[in-house]
């Protein structure tokens, strides 16, 4: 089903990077990039984020600025390309709820195919502006610099079993990003490559994190395409750089992502009762502390169910539909794995159903995203708005609404830690 490749990398040529490698371009400020400069300013960001914010294509020569920074840390050897074909396993160390974790993934090429049409499935919507300026900088420089970050089915790990076997020595690299560790080994044994890639021709590939990317790479094949002679199978510009991970690796979590709605003084908790009448149960809850103790609450809540903290009124309540499958009636055509998603329940029903007819005019209601729980409630509290709670989405729930060809709500899933950048370079040429 998937095709991946060992390739040659573009590395760094130093075994400690901490100084080196930079967070996603995409949840960088000018500031951030100043900052990861002032430390080295070798720092990768220096050729991944040319333009500042990433949301919009800038200037040509801000993408040939940094296809000159890249020709130039070549010719000094601070970077260089590796001579062998390899996958790079690559390990995140870190702690969540005060548990250490290690997520356990490997970094490949995967060929590239039109979402729906093969193996690769996409969960959330792109967006022009964020393509458009990742094709700047992949036309300029003729690499990948950042990886997606794909989730696979592997319910017995066997491949990261697999891999764990060729890694038994100090990684080849390291550094320690936010408070995670980042190791990665280079893998060039023929055999564990050849078994890695028959392991995969068997999986379907979820995208959690990359989407702009993936899509960019698949923007500049076509482009290559059309300017160029059609390319060869095994032309490089045919794959992506890809992290890849199984979905039932212990190290592998999906966070919720929370909302704050904010400009609507007449959404109370007693108004929104009047509105959606006997349509959900309401169940009061003290104030969660976290969003672990939250999740806790879930644990025998329908997947439907989410909460919602009233800032002013300083009560929180979970709302569960009161029937089954609450949207079949508004979404017939959707699947049930869509349907059955608390974060489509909040905006398909409550969002465009009850709060935007009825409380905000017709107009669309001001919503605030937050990774963090306590960010939601505090936004909410500064406000006078209501923070929007709702459960994590399952590696199932994942798995099934993509296999159905639908994409989630915006912003319903957060993957932490997230990939470093600079660890492993893709040339496509």
């Not at 100043?34 to 294509?57: E, G, Q, R, T, Y």
């Not at 490949?108 to 729906?116: A, M, N, S, T, Y």
């Not at 160029?228 to 999906?254: K, Q």
Request: hydrophobic residues 40%.
């Amino acid at each position: 089903m998937s095709h991946i490749e060992a390739f040659g990398a573009i590395r760094y040529t130093t075994s400690e990077v901490s100084n080196l490698i930079a967070p996603p371009y995409d949840v960088l400020s000018e500031a951030d990039k100043k900052l990861l400069l002032s430390k080295d300013d070798h720092n990768i960001v220096a050729i991944d984020l040319p333009h500042v914010p990433p949301k919009s294509a800038g200037p040509d020569s801000a993408y040939e600025q940094a296809a000159g920074e890249l020709t130039s840390w070549l010719d000094i050897r601070a970077l260089a390309r590796d001579p062998a074909p390899a996958i790079y396993v690559y390990h995140q160390v870190y702690k969540h709820v005060g548990r250490g974790l290690t997520r356990k993934m490997f970094f490949c090429r995967l060929r590239l195919e039109p979402f729906g049409s093969g193996s690769v499935f996409a969960h959330e919507e792109t967006f022009g502006g964020p393509k458009e300026d990742r094709l700047k900088l992949t036309m300029a420089t003729r690499c990948n610099l950042s990886p997606i970050f794909g989730l696979y089915p592997d319910p017995t790990n066997e491949l990261s079993q697999l891999l764990d076997g060729e890694i038994n020595r100090e990684p080849d690299q390291s550094g320690v990003l936010e408070g995670i560790q980042n190791k990665l080994w280079v893998v060039t044994d023929d055999l564990a490559i050849e078994r890695a890639q028959q392991t995969m021709s068997q999986r379907p590939i979820f995208i959690a994190d990359g989407h702009h990317r993936y899509s960019t790479a698949l923007m500049f094949r076509q482009h290559q395409a059309e300017h160029y002679l059609e390319p060869a199978p095994d032309d490089p510009i045919n794959f992506v750089l890809a992290v890849l991970c199984s979905m039932e690796d212990p190290g592998a979590l999906i966070q919720p992502y929370f909302r704050t709605i904010v400009d609507l003084p007449t959404l109370t908790s007693a108004k929104l009762r009047e509105l959606t009448g006997e349509t959900f149960q309401w169940t009061a809850i003290p104030k969660p502390a976290s969003a672990e103790e939250l999740a806790r609450r879930f644990v025998d809540a329908d997947s439907q169910s989410f909460a919602l903290y009233f800032a002013d009124e300083k009560a929180c309540s979970i709302l569960t539909p009161a029937k089954p499958d609450l949207l079949a009636r508004l979404e017939p055509k959707r699947s049930p794995a869509w349907r059955g998603l608390a974060y489509a329940v909040f905006h398909r029903y409550l969002i465009d159903e009850v709060i935007r007819p009825a409380l905000s005019s017709a107009a669309p209601v001001s919503l605030h995203y937050h990774k963090n729980m306590q960010e939601a409630i505090a936004d909410a509290q500064a406000e006078s708005g209501v923070a929007v709670l709702p459960p994590a989405v399952s590696m199932s729930q994942l798995k099934d609404v993509c296999m159905a060809g639908e994409l989630m709500p915006q912003k319903s899933t957060y993957f932490h830690p997230k990939l470093a950048t600079g660890l492993v370079i893709n040339p496509l040429y």
